[in-house]
């Protein structure tokens, strides 16, 4: 195994083209993802439906991500880059069709077609980081395109105020989530596919792995493995970032003004997570990395969540941010790190798209449902007491990665053989 370095980080020239483009895709993944959190609260009013249909409705929302599965599968059959052009065009799209949106049925349809390939121009994206990027600096790579996802979740929060003062209102928020697909084409010529897929198309032909791939003998307990970690994190990072502004609305009271400058207050100084967790998983290795983070992560969350004056409101949700916002930079490290060139697209697909945004699915129903029993209701803290249940997964992950996950750095996963 090769030793972790503190090499110095810089970047080629074809890198300094190609990875604006993919983070352009992570940028509008982050702040598509923060708007249906903010204008959470809204909806109700807005769309004249029960109070309670909102929170429902994100789980029809991120049931996109197992239609996402098979999107992300054809990155491994057709190539990286026209999987994630086409995503980012069509999820343009469709942020626009839910600003249109005249019903609430409307509005979660085009959602969840949005949500379908900003996770598939994700997935797609951090595989092309892992592609481009030499293990040394693989890392900090990442760190950086799941920053550009951070830097996304700002925008929102900074807008909020200004746009609901428009006559659209919340809705104009989802006009600017459509701005890719008139940056997009001026860029495109500068995404090339990565140099190991090329590779591996010219020396094997047209790649068709079939769907259980992954759950062939080489690497049946890491993507079992990775399945959990997807799944646990999932349960801390979703219900943290889906139910924060309830939390803070409709349990602590807060107006949109201060809701939208403290959180994009609390995200801007958390940027910082992605330089620290790219950083340390070039030096110290992924394994220690996850340790902390994963921990720290879901402890912050925990203490955000049964914060009620505004001052521990804030500090805290500044530490959730900085190590939650990193979890997803850890999870497809392990996913991608761990699987040959050939099965990556199929191991996120399953971990990610899969088994892990189950909890994306349940979280919303789960926590809604958990929030507005009586019993937790009557205290004021629904919404932060059934978080902190779920912020449990956090803790989960360090026993995953401890006890079933080898170290990514240096490890040399199985050739995959098609006729075997």
Same mark, same amino acid.
């Given at each position: 195994?090769?030793?972790?370095?503190g090499?110095?980080?810089?970047?080629t020239?074809r890198? *300094?083209?190609?990875?604006?483009?993919?983070?352009?895709?992570?940028?509008?993944?982050?702040?598509?993802?923060?708007?249906?959190?903010?204008?959470?609260?809204k909806?109700?009013?807005?769309?004249?439906?029960?109070?309670?249909?909102?929170?429902?409705?994100l789980?029809?929302i991120?049931?996109?991500?197992?239609?996402?599965?098979?999107?992300v =599968?054809?990155?491994?059959r057709?190539?990286? =880059?026209?999987?994630?052009l086409?995503?980012?065009?069509?999820?343009?799209v469709?942020?626009?069709?839910t600003?249109?949106?005249?019903?609430?049925?409307?509005?979660?349809?085009?959602?969840?077609?949005?949500?379908?390939?900003?996770?598939?121009?994700?997935?797609?994206?951090?595989?092309?980081?892992?592609?481009?990027f030499?293990?040394r600096?693989?890392? =900090?790579?990442i760190?950086?395109?799941?920053?550009?996802a951070?830097?996304?979740?700002?925008?929102?929060?900074?807008?909020?105020?200004?746009?609901?003062?428009?006559?659209?209102?919340?809705?104009?928020?989802f006009?600017?989530?459509?701005?890719?697909?008139?940056?997009i084409?001026?860029?495109m010529?500068n995404?090339p596919?990565?140099?190991?897929?090329?590779?591996? *198309?010219?020396?094997?032909g047209?790649?068709?792995?079939?769907?259980?791939a992954?759950?062939?003998?080489?690497?049946? *307990?890491?993507?079992?493995?990775?399945?959990?970690?997807?799944?646990?994190?999932?349960?801390?990072?979703t219900?943290?970032?889906n139910?924060?502004?309830?939390?803070?609305e409709t349990?602590l009271?807060?107006?949109?003004?201060?809701?939208?400058?403290?959180?994009?207050l609390?995200?801007?100084i958390?940027?910082?997570?992605?330089?620290a967790?790219? =950083?340390?998983?070039?030096?110290?290795g992924?394994?220690?990395t996850?340790y902390?983070?994963?921990?720290?992560g879901?402890?912050?969350v925990?203490?955000?969540?049964?914060?009620?004056?505004y001052?521990?409101?804030?500090?805290?949700?500044i530490?959730?941010?900085?190590?939650?916002?990193?979890?997803?930079v850890?999870?497809?490290?392990?996913?991608?790190?761990?699987?040959?060139?050939?099965?990556r697209?199929?191991a996120?697909?399953?971990?990610?798209?899969?088994?892990?945004?189950?909890?994306t699915?349940?979280?919303?129903?789960?926590?809604t449902?958990?929030a507005t029993?009586?019993?937790?209701?009557?205290?004021?803290?629904?919404?932060g007491?059934?978080?902190?249940?779920?912020?449990?997964?956090g803790?989960l992950?360090?026993?995953?990665?401890?006890?079933?996950m080898?170290?990514?750095?240096?490890?040399?996963?199985t050739?995959?053989?098609?006729?075997?």
């Amino acid at each position: 195994m090769s030793e972790p370095t503190g090499a110095k980080f810089s970047l080629t020239p074809r890198q *300094k083209k190609l990875l604006p483009i993919v983070m352009i895709g992570a940028f509008f993944e982050g702040f598509d993802f923060m708007v249906i959190s903010l204008v959470l609260p809204k909806l109700a009013d807005s769309y004249g439906v029960p109070a309670s249909w909102p929170g429902m409705s994100l789980s029809i929302i991120a049931l996109g991500a197992l239609v996402a599965f098979f999107v992300v =599968r054809l990155a491994d059959r057709v190539g990286r =880059r026209p999987i994630f052009l086409s995503s980012v065009i069509i999820y343009s799209v469709f942020s626009l069709l839910t600003a249109l949106a005249g019903t609430f049925t409307l509005f979660v349809i085009a959602q969840f077609i949005a949500r379908v390939f900003l996770i598939v121009c994700w997935a797609v994206g951090f595989i092309i980081v892992v592609e481009e990027f030499d293990e040394r600096f693989r890392g =900090r790579a990442i760190g950086m395109f799941q920053g550009a996802a951070a830097i996304g979740a700002i925008f929102p929060n900074l807008l909020l105020a200004p746009v609901m003062s428009t006559a659209l209102g919340w809705k104009g928020l989802f006009i600017i989530g459509a701005l890719p697909l008139l940056i997009i084409f001026f860029v495109m010529k500068n995404l090339p596919e990565t140099p190991q897929f090329a590779l591996m *198309k010219e020396g094997k032909g047209e790649n068709r792995p079939p769907m259980l791939a992954v759950f062939a003998k080489p690497y049946r *307990k890491h993507i079992f493995a990775v399945m959990a970690l997807w799944f646990c994190m999932y349960l801390c990072y979703t219900s943290a970032m889906n139910f924060y502004a309830m939390r803070l609305e409709t349990e602590l009271l807060w107006d949109s003004s201060r809701l939208g400058f403290s959180t994009a207050l609390a995200f801007v100084i958390g940027l910082a997570g992605y330089w620290a967790v790219g =950083r340390c998983m070039d030096t110290f290795g992924r394994k220690k990395t996850a340790y902390i983070f994963y921990g720290m992560g879901a402890a912050f969350v925990m203490l955000f969540f049964q914060s009620t004056s505004y001052v521990m409101a804030m500090v805290s949700m500044i530490c959730a941010i900085f190590f939650i916002g990193t979890f997803t930079v850890i999870s497809a490290s392990f996913t991608n790190e761990l699987f040959p060139v050939e099965l990556r697209g199929n191991a996120a697909a399953w971990g990610n798209n899969i088994v892990g945004r189950l909890a994306t699915i349940l979280v919303p129903t789960v926590v809604t449902f958990m929030a507005t029993q009586t019993a937790w209701a009557g205290t004021g803290s629904g919404y932060g007491n059934a978080v902190t249940v779920m912020a449990v997964g956090g803790f989960l992950c360090m026993g995953i990665v401890f006890f079933f996950m080898p170290e990514p750095m240096g490890f040399e996963p199985t050739p995959f053989e098609p006729n075997k």
